[in-house]
């Protein structure tokens, strides 16, 4: 409650007060409400108020009150919910989220409040302990005594859970418990987790790791904000180093906070259990596969400073922490921080500003900064913390170019013959091979040998690729899929489709061709639907038992697969063309992690790129291992046409079903086009989808310096019109994709 927000209606009367709440609701940046006479209702505390017939719960929030709305239309707060407040520095991070995103403050504080069945009341749970010794007149049926047996002492289990274990029914629990052989305790539903012991040993590091992890304690010891770069090869050791700052951070209070946050897809369970290894107990996990009651024992548990090491995907970065102290950024470079729904935020940008409102220090890591990085870092920003060599005996890899325009596969296959006699080379050695292409099944595009048509989907500008497994063609885009046709849609000519370019379907066939005795298989996200199936995949990987493993960038994640000498990139020029800003850096990226796989434990490893252009600079780069001499070109490209990180781009989406609407809408928003220095603005455009699901998309684009505010450059811009509301308006600041 501010001063501003208070005030008497009246020298007689009771005071008035007033507040505003806001709601976790996509519309606006909060409402004011009355307090009711003995209700306390200050900034943070979650409370349930009316809106229109509905009630809704939302924060009590500081700001000025809104003077438009006259003290008797206020509406009273229903109630105030007997939980903790939410922290200052979470409110203060959500401002500056919706400021920064242009995005409605109930929008983000959505992803902080999402798990709302945190405060629902939830049905408590009855447990059984064994009782020991039993009572001396207990008679035990057989039945009886393996129901005994499955029970423990003092870790409760649900008659439930006890039937299943000893094979009964939940009868014969209730009946050993009443005959006295078990206790009924109730069972917290959200029982707390084991506090990490940040005084176990770590590993022992090497002397370079060793005074890398002096530096970030020091950070952490001093308890101030600072950013900090681990930049280090793959296999270097930058999680064990980490790990260490998080264990100086756990240690210096019993109620401090840890944060590490990675793309979802590298939260494998390899690396969730070495962080068990280090504290001796799991982390609290976020990510979007918990059910309900896990993510509620999380949120809560986050909320009362119980959890206190949090490893999640990037979304954790908004849970209610009471005492963070510390966050750890994972590969930092993954583009897969860029959320791309909702709140369109940058989770590593996001996790900076965290830090600085909550004076603490944040640690980004990779082995392939992002170049927005690499500026912060030149420009003193950010510090930076090298680590150049591989832990141990490990070597970086030797990376060869194969230029398919001299060393063509053979017609209808795809492997160069230089790449397939080093294939023969490493299995000859009984070692194994990661054949790597980023794009899921079989070929990308098919086409009718008679009319040329190419399959597309219905609705949307995109093409059909081919399933063979599941004999279908598919959309990556909409999800939309069909069985192969047998005649041609558009021509009606019988079996004259043909599959143009390889997925990776296509080239485990022509694998599992050449060499029929091996085993061949795929590791792409079709692949790893079921879960299971992508854990036992991976550890016949990891045993040796896969000789040669075709996968997307799936694999390329985090995976120590000690006996993969021989890394191919099937297609090093994909990804380089199209008109997105950041296409080099992320085929620079993505192709050194993935060489990054290759001779991770003693013996050396090889990397093939195939490439149809091996004089690009990206290409360069990557076969010199020159990723310096690559971000600095790619930095003095990007200055010179002003895009960032040297200026801010903001995408401007207008969308909808009627094109005559879409195209009055982009016509009304360029007329009031703000002219100032420092800003371009492009557009409208139709976005290259322009059809998708059967909506279309137009796109401006706005450019300012970087001196400029582009948040108010756009804000500016779009207050000036009002659109019909069958136009559909995204604002995507720091914009990743360009589609
Ligand atoms: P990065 O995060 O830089 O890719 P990791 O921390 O995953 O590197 O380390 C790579 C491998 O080397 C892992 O298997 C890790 O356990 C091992 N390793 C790194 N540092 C040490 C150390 N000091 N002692 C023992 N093993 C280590």
């Not at 294939?423 to 040998?449: F, K, M």
């Not at 599992?512 to 991976?538: F, H, I, N, Y």
Request: charged share 25%; hydrophobic share 40%; proline share 7%.
């Amino acid at each position: 409650m501010t001063a501003q927000a208070s005030f008497l209606t009246d020298a007689a009367a009771e005071p008035l007060r007033r507040v505003k709440v806001v709601l976790p609701l996509p519309m606006g940046n909060g409402y004011d409400y009355k307090v009711p006479l003995g209700m306390a209702a200050e900034p943070g505390d979650f409370v349930v108020v009316p809106l229109g017939p509905r009630m809704v719960r939302g924060v009590v929030w500081t700001g000025e009150a809104d003077a438009t709305v006259a003290d008797e239309k206020l509406k009273p707060l229903a109630e105030r919910i007997d939980a903790r407040p939410l922290p200052a520095d979470v409110m203060a991070f959500v401002d500056w989220v919706a400021n920064y995103t242009l995005s409605p403050k109930g929008t983000v504080l959505r992803l902080v409040m999402r798990s709302g069945q945190v405060f629902e009341p939830i049905k408590g749970q009855t447990g059984f302990l064994q009782v020991i010794p039993p009572p001396a007149d207990l008679r035990l049926t057989e039945k009886r005594q393996a129901v005994y047996d499955a029970a423990h002492p003092e870790i409760p289990q649900t008659a439930s859970m006890l039937a299943k274990a000893a094979g009964v029914s939940d009868a014969v629990v209730r009946g050993l418990a009443k005959a006295g052989g078990l206790a009924a305790v109730d069972i917290d539903p959200d029982p707390p987790f084991a506090a990490p012991d940040p005084g176990r040993p770590g590993r022992e590091l090497s002397d370079d790791q060793k005074a890398a992890a002096d530096d970030l304690i020091e950070r952490v010891k001093a308890g101030r904000y600072s950013s900090t770069l681990i930049d280090g090869v793959t296999g270097s050791g930058k999680t064990e180093v980490y790990l260490e700052a998080a264990a100086a951070a756990l240690a210096a209070s019993p109620t401090a906070q840890v944060c590490v946050l990675l793309p979802e897809i590298a939260l494998t369970l390899p690396f969730l259990q070495r962080i068990e290894d280090r504290f001796g107990t799991p982390a609290a996990h976020w990510h979007s596969d918990l059910s309900s009651a896990e993510r509620r024992r999380v949120w809560k548990r986050v909320a009362d400073g119980n959890a206190r090491l949090v490893v999640g995907a990037r979304s954790a970065l908004f849970l209610p922490y009471a005492d963070l102290r510390l966050i750890v950024v994972d590969e930092e470079h993954e583009a897969a921080y860029k959320q791309h729904d909702g709140v369109l935020y940058q989770a590593r940008d996001m996790a900076v500003a965290r830090g600085a409102l909550g004076g603490f220090p944040v640690v980004l890591v990779s082995a392939t900064p992002s170049l927005e990085t690499l500026a912060n870092v030149e420009e003193g920003r950010y510090d930076i913390i090298q680590l150049t060599s591989r832990f141990g005996p490990a070597q970086m890899p030797e990376t060869a170019i194969v230029d398919l325009r001299s060393h063509p596969p053979e017609k209808g296959e795809w492997l160069s013959p230089k790449v397939v006699d080093a294939i023969n080379d490493t299995l000859s050695r009984q070692e194994q091979v990661l054949l790597y292409l980023n794009r899921r099944g079989y070929a990308p595009v098919t086409l009718c040998r008679k009319c040329g048509e190419k399959m597309t989907a219905p609705d949307s500008d995109t093409w059909l690729v081919e399933h063979k497994y599941t004999g279908r063609l598919v959309c990556h885009h909409t999800g939309f899929s069909m069985p192969r046709p047998d005649h041609c849609p558009h021509c009606g000519a019988f079996d004259s489709l043909v599959p143009c370019g390889p997925g990776v379907e296509r080239i485990e066939e022509e694998a599992r061709l050449k060499w029929p005795d091996r085993v061949v298989e795929v590791l792409s996200s079709d692949t790893m639907m079921r879960p299971g199936a992508t854990k036992s995949l991976l550890e016949r990987m990891t045993n040796g038992e896969i000789d040669i493993l075709v996968a997307t960038q799936a694999a390329a994640k985090g995976h120590n697969f000690p006996n993969l000498t021989l890394v191919a990139a099937v297609d090093a020029d994909l990804g380089l063309a199209g008109g997105d800003l950041r296409a080099a850096e992320r085929t620079f990226q993505t192709l050194s992690q993935v060489a990054g796989r290759a001779g991770r434990a003693e013996k050396p490893g090889r990397v093939m790129l195939q490439s149809y252009q091996p004089d690009s600079p990206v290409i360069r780069a990557l076969e010199a291992q020159d990723r310096d001499g690559f971000a600095s070109a790619e930095l003095e490209g990007r200055a010179s046409l002003g895009f960032p990180p040297y200026g801010r781009l903001a995408a401007i989406i207008l969308s909808g079903e009627n094109e005559a609407a879409l195209n009055e809408a982009a016509r009304q928003l360029a007329q009031v086009v703000p002219q100032a220095e420092g800003v371009e603005i492009w557009g409208p455009a139709p976005a290259p989808l322009y059809r998708l699901r059967g909506t279309y998309r137009l796109r401006f684009l706005v450019k300012t310096d970087r001196r400029v505010s582009i948040q108010n450059v756009v804000a500016t811009w779009l207050s000036r019109t009002k659109l019909k509301s069958s136009v559909r308006m995204t604002v995507d600041v720091d914009p990743y994709i360009f589609t």
